[in-house]
């Protein structure tokens, strides 16, 4: 996996607008109190069921690889000059 230095915010922008999709299907907002793993975990999968995003094999659920799937579904969602991309 390659690093961009604005993966931390690409991956924020992503836990919004994962956030903001879940609304409009209907999902109640995230407790403060769950963990930005647990976030990342159900963002990814909401986005898989509802296949927005390819799912990543089995053997390769963790952390860093749903994160990254996350980032780059959100770099395919943002306009090419945006400035998380530069």
């Not at 969602?77 to 945006?82: K, S």
């Amino acid at each position: 996996m390659k690093k961009n230095k604005n993966d931390a915010k690409l991956l924020k922008k992503a836990l919004e607008l994962g956030m903001a999709f879940a609304k409009k299907q209907g999902f109640d907002d995230l407790d403060k109190s769950v963990s930005s793993k647990d976030k990342v975990e159900c963002i990814y999968r909401l986005l898989v069921q509802f296949k927005q995003i390819t799912p990543l094999p089995e053997d390769k659920e963790d952390g860093p690889n749903m994160k990254h799937r996350l980032i780059l579904w959100i770099t395919r969602l943002l306009p090419p000059d945006h400035e998380l991309l530069q």
